[in-house]
C-alpha cells in the first residue's frame, strides 16, 4: 500500500506562514484527524482550528486546502496546512502528524518523486523545480521556469517522434521485404537522420550556457601583489569578504563571493598576488592556485596599480587574453595617462572611492549577457543531458553509415532510448535515485 507522507514544503526556521504537505490516500483522513470536522471542498481554503488528536490540545488556526487526485502536484490527494510559522507550532502539527497510523515523513524530494511516477512531471521540468528554488538571479529563474513548463522535455520528446516515425520506415522494409510497398521507403529516412544530427549538434554548440547559467560566470581577479585586488573584491560584493592589508601576499588562497550582475549569476573570485619570488611555500602554493583559477576563469579581470605607470605588471600581462577586462586602480591616487594594455583600453577605478565601479559592473555585466543570454531554443542544462545527446547523436552517425537495414534500425532505436532517458521515458529506474537524491525534504 502506498503510504502518506507529510513535511514542511516552505524553510525550516521561524517566519510568517509555514506549509505543510500531506501526500497520499490518508491524506484527507489526516485532515478530518485534525480538525475533527468534515473534509472541505477541494482546491478552496478554509480556516480550521487544529488540534492534536491525542491530547485535543490546539495547535494553531490554519488555512487548510485540499487537493483531490489526480489534479494535485504529487497526482494524490493532497491537504496543504498554512500554519503560523513559529517553531512551537510547525513542530506540534509535524509532531501530532507523525502518530496517526499510516503517515511517516517524506523522504528528501519525495513529493516531486510522487510527481514524476504519477506522470505530473517528467525529469527534465523535476530537475526544473530544484533549478526553480535555488535561483538566485532574474535569468536563473527565467531558464528553470521555461524548463518546469516543459519547453526542454517537449523539444527532446519531439526528436524522439521523428526517430520513432524513422524506425518504422525501415523495419516496415525490413519485415515485409517480399511485399510491394512503395520503392524508396527506407531511404527516406537519411534525411530525417541527417537533419536531426544537424540539429542535435547545433544544440550541444551552446557554449554550455545553461550549464553555466545554473552554476554562474566564473570570473578572477588577477594581478600584482597590492594592486587592489581584495580592495575591488570588497567593493563589487559591497561587503568585506576579502582582507586588506598594505601588507605584499596577504591573500594566500581564492576567496570567492557570489553576484547577481545584470541578472546573471557571477562568482568572482580574489586570488593570491603573482609575483616571481614568494616569500615562502604558503605563498608561492597560493600564486599556484592563482594562475590556475585564472586558466580556468570564465573571464579575468586583470589588475595594475595606477601609482605604477607606466610600468605594467609583466606577470599580469602574460594572462591578458580576449576574455579579459583591464582594470587600473587607485585612480584616485594617481593622474598619469592611461596606457592600452595588451591592445585593450583599461577601466580606470578607485576600490576606495568608488570611483569608475559602475562602468567595470557594466562591462563585466556584457560579458554575463554575452556568455549566458540564451536563445529562442530552451538550453541543455545539465550534464547528463549533454551525455545523453552525444550518445543519441554518435548512434544516429552509425546508422548513416551501418551496411545492413537491421544495424541501422538498432542504431536509431539507440538514439531513442538516449532520448528517452533525458525524460524519463525509458530507463528510469537507475536515474530515479541520483536525480531526487539531492532534493531539500518538501520539494
Not at 306 to 323: G, Q, R
Request: charge should be negative; proline fraction near 5%.
Amino acid at each position: 500500500m502506498i503510504a502518506t507522507i507529510f513535511a514542511l514544503a516552505t524553510a525550516p526556521g521561524r517566519s510568517g506562514v509555514a506549509v505543510v504537505r500531506v501526500s497520499g490516500p490518508g491524506a484527507g483522513t489526516a485532515l478530518t484527524a485534525l480538525t475533527g470536522r468534515p473534509l472541505p471542498e477541494p482546491r478552496r481554503a478554509s480556516l480550521a482550528t487544529l488540534r492534536d488528536p491525542r491530547s485535543g490540545d490546539a495547535l494553531d488556526d490554519a488555512l487548510v486546502l485540499r487537493f483531490t487526485a489526480p489534479a494535485s502536484f504529487t497526482g494524490e490527494d493532497v491537504v496543504e496546512l498554512h500554519l503560523h510559522g513559529g517553531r512551537a507550532v510547525v513542530t506540534g502539527v509535524i509532531e501530532a502528524l507523525a502518530a496517526l497510523p499510516g503517515l511517516r515523513l517524506a523522504e528528501p524530494g519525495e513529493f516531486t518523486r510522487r510527481a514524476f511516477e504519477n506522470g505530473k512531471l517528467d525529469l527534465t521540468e523535476a530537475e526544473a523545480v530544484a533549478d526553480l528554488i535555488d535561483a538566485e538571479t532574474t535569468a536563473q529563474r527565467r531558464q528553470a521556469l521555461r524548463q518546469m513548463d516543459g519547453a526542454l522535455g517537449r523539444l527532446y520528446d519531439g526528436w524522439r517522434d521523428r526517430l520513432t516515425r524513422a524506425l518504422a520506415h525501415i523495419e516496415a522494409d525490413i519485415d515485409f521485404a517480399d511485399e510491394d510497398l512503395p520503392g524508396g521507403v527506407a531511404d527516406a529516412v537519411r534525411p530525417v537522420v541527417e537533419r536531426l544530427i544537424a540539429e542535435i549538434a547545433a544544440h550541444l554548440d551552446d557554449g554550455g550556457r545553461g550549464e553555466r547559467l545554473r552554476e554562474g560566470l566564473h570570473i578572477a581577479i588577477v594581478g600584482a601583489p597590492n594592486a587592489g585586488k581584495s580592495s575591488l573584491l570588497n567593493a563589487l560584493a559591497r561587503r568585506d569578504a576579502a582582507i586588506v592589508s598594505a601588507r605584499a601576499g596577504t591573500t594566500r588562497d581564492v576567496i570567492e563571493v557570489h553576484l547577481d550582475l545584470g541578472g546573471y549569476p557571477v562568482v568572482l573570485a580574489d586570488t593570491a598576488g603573482l609575483r616571481e619570488a614568494a616569500a615562502d611555500e604558503v605563498e608561492e602554493e597560493g600564486i599556484r592556485r592563482a594562475r590556475d583559477r585564472a586558466a580556468r576563469a570564465d573571464v579575468k579581470i586583470a589588475v595594475f596599480d595606477a601609482t605604477a605607470l607606466p610600468d605594467l605588471d609583466l606577470a599580469t600581462l602574460a594572462l591578458i587574453d580576449a576574455d579579459t577586462v583591464v582594470a587600473v586602480n587607485k585612480r584616485d591616487l594617481s593622474d598619469a595617462p592611461l596606457p592600452l594594455v595588451a591592445g585593450l583600453t583599461p577601466i580606470p577605478v578607485s576600490a576606495r572611492s568608488g570611483a569608475g565601479l559602475a562602468d567595470l559592473e557594466k562591462c563585466l555585466a556584457a560579458f554575463s549577457a554575452d556568455r549566458l543570454a540564451v536563445g529562442g531554443t530552451p538550453s541543455l542544462t545539465r550534464a547528463r543531458h549533454r551525455a545523453a545527446l552525444e550518445e543519441c547523436r554518435a548512434s544516429l552517425e552509425r546508422a548513416l553509415s551501418a551496411p545492413l537495414p537491421e544495424l541501422a534500425a538498432e542504431d536509431i532505436r539507440l538514439a531513442s532510448r538516449a532520448l528517452g532517458r533525458i525524460t524519463g521515458r525509458v530507463d528510469v529506474e537507475d536515474l530515479l535515485d541520483i536525480i531526487f537524491r539531492d532534493f531539500c525534504i518538501g520539494k
